[in-house]
């Protein structure tokens, strides 16, 4: 007589794939952080302001043989609003383009603003933060050690609005030469690259 060692095969799979899914929906419940990447809308913007911001202090605003050095003429016209144009771009600077966004090779459904910034390490908050700009006399300072010149701010780009979700990225740049006055012992200045 034949013996029979089959076991209850479908009750048998019925408790597995019920101790499988309990499993599962257990690790997605408390460990949201794994669907994360494939629901957060910002992601594209992370990237692009890190991008922007590797790009621009790596070459784009100097050479690319001395990266995260600052080049005032390369700057200057990367900054200035007024000259957007393919045939204002000095030779040397890594940059080309006609506006913002496609200077940085971004596209323009993504806002965004950079500025170069020197830290004040004795104040804090927004206080601390002061966009460099050039004088009169050509110098490098930024905009509490003297006076700029109109359209010499080294920022460009809309101010970010508080509404929406901004992604900022940042690089530490050197400006050889810089005037920033005589209790300051560094050139140091912060590209800072908000998009949103």
């Not at 990237?47 to 050095?69: I, K, M």
């Not at 000095?90 to 950079?114: F, H, K, M, Q, W």
């Not at 970010?160 to 920033?180: L, W």
């Amino acid at each position: 007589m034949a013996s029979r060692t089959r076991a209850q095969t479908t009750l048998d799979f019925a408790i597995a794939m019920g101790i499988f899914l309990l499993a599962v929906s257990f690790v997605f419940t408390f460990i949201p952080s794994l669907t994360a990447p494939f629901v957060d809308g910002d992601q594209d913007q992370s990237v692009a302001s890190d991008r922007v911001a590797s790009h621009l202090s790596e070459g784009a605003l100097g050479n690319p043989d001395e990266p995260f050095v600052v080049n005032q003429t390369c700057a200057t016209v990367f900054f200035d609003e007024g000259q957007q144009d393919y045939t204002d771009i000095p030779a040397g600077c890594g940059y080309n383009g006609t506006g913002l966004n496609e200077r940085v090779g971004l596209s323009d459904r993504l806002d965004l603003r950079i500025e170069l910034l020197h830290v004040d390490p004795e104040k804090t908050g927004s206080d601390r933060y002061r966009v460099v700009c050039v004088d009169s006399n050509g110098d490098i300072i930024h905009e509490e050690s003297g006076t700029c010149e109109s359209d010499s701010k080294y920022q460009i780009g809309e101010e970010p609005p508080d509404t929406d979700s901004i992604t900022v990225a940042r690089r530490v740049m050197t400006v050889p030469g810089c005037s920033f006055g005589a209790d300051v012992q560094s050139c140091d200045v912060t590209l800072r690259v908000s998009v949103w």
